[in-house]
């Protein structure tokens, strides 16, 4: 009858309704963080986008290396994962993909640490460049205390 199609349409809208609230919800809150991946292709562009000094550059280059040593010590741990792990079983595969992504965020982690070494070591004024690149992307900042704001006396008024 009529009256039940509409209470099932009602019924739909309302499910539909808190499923959207539930997912904006989830989107919100895992908001991706914002990084400067200094592992990656970019340094050129990281020290012009926020004019780093040689100190700064320097010290990048250094947090850089043992990056990327830290990311091919990772991988390798990942490529004898796939060699030597069974895979023959849903169980089996299913042990290896939880492996595998504690692995994967062994990288990101380090990948995380990277950013906050060099975050530190930012002024005042790099710092907040950092963050309206972030809002301006809609990423979370890593919140860090930029060296040169860790010993400054805020007036609380």
């Not at 199609?5 to 809150?29: A, H, P, Y």
């Not at 895992?30 to 050129?44: F, H, M, P, S, V």
């Not at 060296?147 to 007036?155: F, G, P, R, W």
Request: hydrophobic letters at 40%; a neutral charge; aromatic letters at 8%.
């Amino acid at each position: 009858s009529r009256r039940q199609r509409q209470m099932c349409i009602r019924d739909s809208l309302k499910t539909l309704g808190m499923f959207l609230t539930f997912f904006l919800c989830t989107f919100l809150v895992r908001a991706q963080e914002c990084t400067l991946d200094i592992g990656g292709k970019n340094t050129d562009t990281l020290t012009q986008v926020f004019q780093m000094n040689q100190e700064q550059i320097g010290q990048m280059e250094s947090w850089r290396a043992e990056l990327n040593i830290q990311i091919k010590m990772i991988e390798e741990e990942i490529q004898k994962l796939f060699d030597n792990h069974p895979q023959s079983t849903p169980e089996e595969l299913t042990t290896l993909a939880g492996k595998y992504k504690v692995l994967q965020q062994k990288i990101v982690d380090a990948s995380k640490a990277a950013d906050k070494k060099l975050l530190s070591v930012f002024n005042a004024k790099q710092y907040e460049r950092y963050i309206e690149l972030c809002h301006e992307a809609m990423r979370k900042p890593i919140q860090v205390v930029p060296v040169a704001l860790e010993n400054t006396v805020v007036d609380p008024e």
